[in-house]
């Protein structure tokens, strides 16, 4: 008897070259819409699905596969003499593969021009349910999504091991991309206030509210795996991505309890995490990592060695997805890198709100002035805007240690600076000339500079603006330490 495939595909790639394949193959083909066209255009056989229903596709395309003698060719168990008696009964014939991908909504709702009908018409509804029903019965039935599968298919069936474990491998790809497509529909036209299982603890209840689905915000991101984020996970994912996204190059942030607590810079984005990584790879355990480029495969490798709860990045190769999607839980979140400079941030007090524009602003190296005898050499420069660079995000009092690559050590919140000056070299990874102090505000007196000549610092940067500056400034000079006052403050409360 001869064997039917149903072909609809929105990703075109090499469907006419595998529909010749199938057909060489003694396959019967029926398709639809740009399918049917390109098929028939490359001179492979192909008959209408509309031959295959007895009724033409209505609405636009709404409706053409959602018919008996669709479904019913495809779901019909062949160990069932029942079901192919009614299958005889009414005139069906069986279906032995469909190769189905879906309409690219995905893609459609990254466009920052889409419109909410933009979106609702490429929303695939045949597809899915040809796709789920196939897979259902992957015992009897082929199902193809994913065009990167056709070379295998056609192998197997010129080999004669097109079997029922390769059918159930299918079927895995099959129900992950119909999942991934509906969630990302979901997420999408999904209310603007997302309840949350709980907030900062188990005994607070908690929301999301959604003010954009920008791509290149954390509402706007692109889940391609894992489980609901978290109240705690949206916060920290936040921070993550408002330092990554201040990074030129390649670069990696990871964060904990809203603070990083290690970044990386490097030539390509691998090594910048293992930078990151390197800088403390204690608290990076259980963290949010940030990353400025694409996941590459090796990369992946890497991430998916320790336990993280997000990952973000503006995209991921396909093998990299395919590794990080082993564990099953991990939040894989890409998000446009680019950074909006207007917003503004929104925190509640009792009985109101405080507004203020977010602190996007900065001042250049030429506007940096050096204030000791000693300047900094070239690499402690490039420590100290690293350093500059990373500390805005710390909270305060904040104390950043770093060198030309990486964080070194981090000295966050505490209510005098000596004391995250203190944490910040005591955690630190190592200390050597290349090492720079950096501190979001001013020295009120000269004990950090003491604290960090004892700790063998050579060169800080600091806002200045304390009345008693000119003590800092002879502390570093006694002790050989060159000193870079920004003029501006980093504060973050």
């Given at each position: 008897?001869?064997?039917?495939?149903?072909?609809?595909?929105?990703?075109?790639?090499?469907?006419?070259?595998?529909?010749?394949?199938?057909?060489?193959?003694?396959?019967?083909?029926?398709?639809?819409?740009?399918?049917?066209?390109?098929?028939?255009?490359?001179?492979?056989?192909?008959?209408?699905?509309?031959?295959?229903?007895?009724?033409?596709?209505?609405?636009?395309?709404?409706?053409?596969?959602?018919?008996?003698?669709?479904?019913?060719?495809?779901?019909?168990?062949?160990?069932?003499?029942?079901?192919?008696?009614?299958?005889?009964?009414?005139?069906?014939?069986?279906?032995?593969?469909?190769?189905?991908?879906?309409?690219?909504?995905?893609?459609?709702?990254?466009?920052?021009?889409?419109?909410e009908m933009d979106a609702i018409e490429n929303i695939d509804i045949g597809g899915p349910t040809m796709l789920r029903a196939a897979a259902k019965n992957f015992k009897h039935v082929t199902?193809?999504?994913?065009?990167?599968?056709?070379?295998?298919?056609?192998?197997?069936?010129?080999?004669?091991?097109?079997?029922?474990?390769?059918?159930?491998?299918?079927?895995?790809?099959?129900?992950?991309?119909?999942?991934?497509?509906?969630?990302?529909?979901?997420?999408?036209?999904?209310?603007?206030?997302?309840?949350?299982?709980?907030?900062?603890?188990?005994?607070?209840?908690?929301?999301?509210?959604?003010?954009?689905?920008?791509?290149?915000?954390?509402?706007?991101?692109?889940?391609?795996?894992?489980?609901q984020l978290s109240y705690n996970n949206i916060k920290d994912a936040d921070a993550a991505l408002a330092l990554v996204k201040k990074f030129d190059g390649p670069a990696a942030v990871a964060?904990?309890?809203?603070?990083?607590?290690?970044?990386?810079?490097?030539?390509?984005?691998?090594?910048?995490?293992?930078?990151?990584?390197?800088?403390?790879?204690?608290?990076?355990?259980?963290?949010?990592?940030?990353?400025?480029?694409?996941?590459?495969?090796?990369?992946?490798?890497?991430?998916?060695?320790?336990?993280?709860?997000?990952?973000?990045?503006?995209?991921?190769?396909?093998?990299?997805?395919?590794?990080?999607?082993?564990?099953?839980?991990?939040?894989?979140?890409?998000?446009?890198?680019?950074?909006?400079?207007?917003e503004q941030e929104f925190v509640s007090v009792s009985g109101g709100y405080l507004v203020q524009d977010k602190d996007h602003f900065d001042v250049s190296q030429t506007e940096m002035k050096?204030?000791?005898?000693?300047?900094?050499?070239?690499?402690?420069?490039?420590?100290?805007?690293?350093?500059?660079?990373?500390?805005?995000?710390?909270?305060?009092?904040?104390?950043?240690?770093?060198?030309?690559?990486?964080?070194?050590?981090?000295?966050?919140?505490?209510?005098?600076?000596?004391?995250?000056?203190?944490?910040?070299?005591?955690?630190?990874?190592?200390?050597?000339?290349?090492?720079?102090?950096?501190?979001?505000?001013?020295?009120?007196?000269?004990?950090?500079?003491?604290?960090?000549?004892?700790?063998?610092?050579?060169?800080?940067?600091?806002?200045?603006?304390?009345?008693?500056?000119?003590?800092?400034?002879?502390?570093?000079?006694?002790?050989?330490?060159?000193?870079?006052?920004?003029?501006?403050?980093?504060?973050?409360?």
């Amino acid at each position: 008897m001869t064997k039917k495939a149903i072909l609809s595909v929105s990703d075109k790639t090499g469907i006419e070259t595998f529909a010749q394949s199938l057909v060489d193959s003694g396959y019967t083909l029926y398709s639809t819409g740009g399918t049917y066209r390109a098929i028939e255009a490359a001179g492979v056989p192909v008959a209408s699905v509309s031959d295959l229903t007895k009724f033409d596709e209505i609405m636009d395309g709404r409706v053409k596969t959602l018919h008996p003698a669709v479904h019913g060719g495809i779901l019909a168990d062949r160990d069932k003499s029942e079901h192919l008696d009614q299958l005889a009964a009414h005139n069906i014939d069986l279906i032995d593969m469909v190769v189905v991908n879906l309409y690219p909504f995905q893609q459609t709702i990254k466009s920052p021009d889409v419109t909410e009908m933009d979106a609702i018409e490429n929303i695939d509804i045949g597809g899915p349910t040809m796709l789920r029903a196939a897979a259902k019965n992957f015992k009897h039935v082929t199902t193809i999504v994913d065009p990167a599968d056709y070379n295998e298919v056609i192998t197997r069936l010129n080999n004669n091991t097109l079997d029922e474990a390769f059918r159930k491998a299918l079927m895995i790809k099959v129900f992950t991309h119909t999942f991934e497509y509906d969630q990302a529909i979901s997420q999408y036209f999904g209310a603007h206030r997302e309840t949350l299982r709980y907030g900062e603890n188990p005994q607070q209840s908690a929301s999301f509210i959604r003010t954009s689905q920008a791509p290149h915000t954390l509402a706007g991101a692109y889940q391609h795996h894992g489980k609901q984020l978290s109240y705690n996970n949206i916060k920290d994912a936040d921070a993550a991505l408002a330092l990554v996204k201040k990074f030129d190059g390649p670069a990696a942030v990871a964060v904990k309890h809203m603070n990083p607590c290690g970044v990386g810079i490097a030539e390509n984005i691998h090594q910048a995490y293992l930078n990151a990584y390197e800088a403390d790879s204690q608290s990076i355990f259980g963290g949010i990592v940030a990353l400025n480029h694409p996941v590459t495969k090796a990369l992946a490798e890497d991430l998916h060695s320790i336990f993280l709860e997000v990952i973000i990045a503006p995209g991921y190769e396909d093998e990299a997805l395919t590794v990080l999607q082993q564990k099953k839980n991990i939040r894989l979140l890409e998000v446009e890198m680019t950074d909006e400079q207007d917003e503004q941030e929104f925190v509640s007090v009792s009985g109101g709100y405080l507004v203020q524009d977010k602190d996007h602003f900065d001042v250049s190296q030429t506007e940096m002035k050096v204030v000791t005898d000693v300047a900094p050499t070239d690499a402690q420069w490039q420590a100290l805007l690293l350093g500059w660079k990373v500390v805005k995000a710390v909270k305060s009092n904040a104390i950043v240690l770093a060198n030309d690559k990486q964080t070194v050590g981090v000295g966050a919140g505490q209510m005098n600076r000596v004391g995250s000056a203190e944490i910040a070299i005591e955690r630190a990874i190592a200390i050597n000339d290349n090492v720079i102090m950096a501190s979001d505000g001013f020295f009120p007196m000269d004990d950090t500079v003491e604290t960090a000549a004892k700790a063998g610092i050579k060169a800080i940067i600091q806002p200045g603006g304390s009345i008693k500056d000119q003590d800092s400034i002879d502390m570093a000079n006694k002790h050989g330490i060159a000193m870079v006052m920004t003029g501006m403050r980093h504060f973050k409360h």
